[in-house]
């Protein structure tokens, strides 16, 4: 393990090493754009919602703090709210759904350096797995707002505040869409990437580079620098930054900085904010390599994924 003071001098980046890193920031600021667009179209379903949701929230305070779960279900408000609910975050994933194509289709030209469109994107459509994905906000939300409506009557909390509660209940949702719409465009990104690598007849392998900051995850750091073959996809995560750094016939390997060493040389509130307690301490004592972090898998939809290992697993 590397610590601070024993780190060795950090090679000068490529060509290829740099262009890639500015593409890393071009994705970055993509996905600051996909969080802002669809943050803001959410918080018009919200305001479409609240008034409904206020007005619930009054007549139960009304009905007095006794309310059970079934009185509540029989409501013909709380039906309402429910039909409007399903409605409006219906029209909202048809919307992300088509925000996730348009999106996937622009880094799909990004990935083949702007030569080419050619990227399935219809797993975005209705009934494909993206939009699968996003209409799982509907059963999320409904649950989280109604165990606030119902704990909130029985304790007495007043009709507003309860109100702000149930709104605030809703974000699960919108984190749950941020959540499909930037995994899937970066994926398809990185696969027109890998197949314009195949393609080129130059490429036989491409190396990881995971990004930079505090919110890198541990699985990525520990795989930086990774060698795949160009006809292999790249094991991911949700939200995975990670771009493919190809290696070119003929040319040295591209060489940067490894993630673990940059973790290394860090402040350790990032080392926790990345790693966790737990495992910053059992990596500082030698107990555990990063490696030991990471598991990957096979989805049968999504293909090599990652996941991590619970602490508990490595005591």
């Given at each position: ?97 088509d925000y996730v194509a348009q ?74 869409a941020l959540t499909v719409a ?72 591209p060489q940067w900085e490894n ?57």
């Amino acid at each position: 393990m590397v610590f601070p003071g024993d780190i060795p001098i950090t090679p000068e980046p490529s060509e290829i090493v740099k262009r890639m890193q500015q593409h890393s920031k071009l994705l970055a600021a993509k996905d600051a754009e996909t969080i802002w667009a669809m943050g803001e179209r959410w918080i018009v379903m919200e305001s479409v919602l609240e008034a409904q949701i206020t007005l619930l929230t009054m007549e139960l305070a009304e009905m007095g703090v006794d309310v059970s779960l079934q009185a509540v279900y029989k409501l013909g408000r709380y039906q309402r709210l429910l039909a409007q609910m399903q409605e409006e975050m219906t029209a909202y994933n048809l919307w992300a759904a088509d925000y996730v194509a348009q999106g996937q289709m622009q880094m799909g030209i990004l990935g083949v350096s702007h030569a080419s469109e050619a990227v399935m994107v219809g797993n975005a459509g209705k009934g494909g797995p993206v939009f699968t994905l996003l209409q799982e906000n509907y059963p999320m939300a409904v649950e989280k707002m109604t165990g606030i409506l119902i704990n909130n009557v029985a304790m007495g909390i007043g009709p507003l505040q309860t109100a702000k509660q149930m709104m605030a209940g809703m974000a699960g949702g919108l984190s749950h869409a941020l959540t499909v719409a930037r995994t899937e465009q970066l994926r398809v990104y990185r696969e027109a990437s890998r197949q314009q690598y195949e393609l080129s007849g130059a490429v036989q392998q491409y190396m990881r580079m995971a990004s930079r900051s505090g919110n890198t995850c541990a699985l990525c750091i520990a795989l930086d620098g990774e060698i795949y073959n160009s006809k292999e996809l790249m094991s991911v995560h949700p939200n995975d930054r990670c771009v493919m750094v190809p290696i070119v016939n003929g040319v040295k390997p591209p060489q940067w900085e490894n993630a673990k060493d940059w973790l290394a040389r860090q402040d350790e509130s990032v080392q926790k904010q990345i790693l966790g307690p737990g495992a910053l301490e059992l990596w500082k004592k030698g107990d555990i390599e990063l490696i030991d972090l990471v598991k990957k898998t096979e989805h049968p939809i999504w293909g090599p994924s990652l996941q991590r290992v619970p602490l508990r697993d490595l005591q």
